[in-house]
């Protein structure tokens, strides 16, 4: 599987199905000139949307969900997340739908739509990006904002 044309694909079926959204996590450290690989697809969504979000990405193989997770709970870094599977072959793909709620609110507030050639796609800021990030903490997330900050030493 190829993740940018499995992007590609998962935004055309959300904004088709009407899912406001935002890719966010590696894929977007990318866009905004950080380049660094990634094994899954992360985006934010509102919690109303995620059963849509889920129906509208199935046709694409997403059909093996995962519980819902809570990251730091009860503390103001509280995260909710819901995963989203796709299994062909050997390949595997998870699709992260971040719930923007809780640490996460307000991520979808300022959204950029970016053309593509391939269609539209939309992240989040570059701000929100980097309050993702330093939310997270971890050791990936630290080398990111290392990156899209220009503070790597390149």
Do not use: W
Not at 24 to 37: E, H, K, P
Not at 64 to 73: D, K, L, N, Y
Not at 82 to 94: A, F, P, T, W
């Amino acid at each position: 599987m190829n993740i940018v044309d499995e992007l590609h694909a998962i935004a055309a079926r959300l904004r088709a199905a009407g899912v406001p959204y935002a890719v966010c996590g590696g894929i977007a450290v990318t866009a905004y000139g950080a380049t660094r690989t990634t094994k899954d697809i992360d985006i934010a969504i509102a919690r109303e949307h995620v059963a849509l979000a889920i129906a509208a990405v199935a046709p694409l193989g997403y059909t093996i969900p995962a519980g819902p997770m809570v990251f730091g709970e009860g503390t103001p870094q509280e995260r909710h997340v819901q995963r989203v599977n796709k299994i062909v072959g050997s390949d595997h793909l998870v699709l992260d739908l971040l719930i923007a709620e809780a640490a996460y609110a307000g991520v979808l507030d300022d959204r950029v739509d970016v053309a593509l050639p391939a269609g539209p796609i939309t992240f989040v800021s570059r701000d929100t990006l980097l309050r993702m990030k330093r939310l997270a903490g971890r050791a990936i997330d630290l080398a990111d904002i290392e990156k899209l900050e220009g503070t790597d030493g390149a």
